[in-house]
């Protein structure tokens, strides 16, 4: 089993900055993906971004490209997401979530979650 505990949502104001942690523990697997997701009330869970533990790899949603940083510190076994330039629709909770395989987009087929944190961006 793998546990993941988010931190540091909070409220800024558009334009400003947040950083969010995942911290895992438990089980560590090689082939492993780290990814965030967000979801906004009344709305469905979407991806936010997402790396890979084995050799870095990225992947991000169209919609916070060049905002948002996805990284890792394999000594922490943290993943972090660093969120600039935030929107007023950024609002949302955001959660952690892992997978032993390749990436995907889909939240359905990540089998560890967070408890989540919430980040509002106010105008």
């Known amino acids: 089993q793998v546990q993941l505990v988010e931190s540091g949502g909070g409220l800024v104001q558009a334009g400003g900055s947040l950083r969010l942690s995942c911290a895992a523990s438990?089980?560590?697997?090689?082939?492993?993906?780290t990814g965030w997701f967000r979801q906004a009330l009344g709305k469905e869970r979407e991806f936010v971004a997402a790396?890979?533990?084995?050799?870095?790899?990225?992947y991000y949603a169209d919609s916070v490209k060049g905002r948002f940083t996805i990284s890792r510190d394999n000594g922490k076994n943290t993943v972090y997401l660093q969120m600039n330039s935030l929107k007023v629709e950024d609002t949302a909770a955001y959660y952690c979530?892992?997978?032993?395989?390749?990436?995907?987009?889909?939240?359905?087929?990540?089998?560890?979650w967070g408890q989540g944190t919430q980040v509002t961006v106010s105008s």
């Open positions: 438990g089980r560590t697997f090689s082939n492993y993906v």
């Open positions: 790396i890979r533990w084995s050799g870095g790899r990225t």
């Open positions: 979530a892992g997978r032993v395989g390749d990436f995907t987009y889909s939240p359905s087929l990540y089998n560890y």
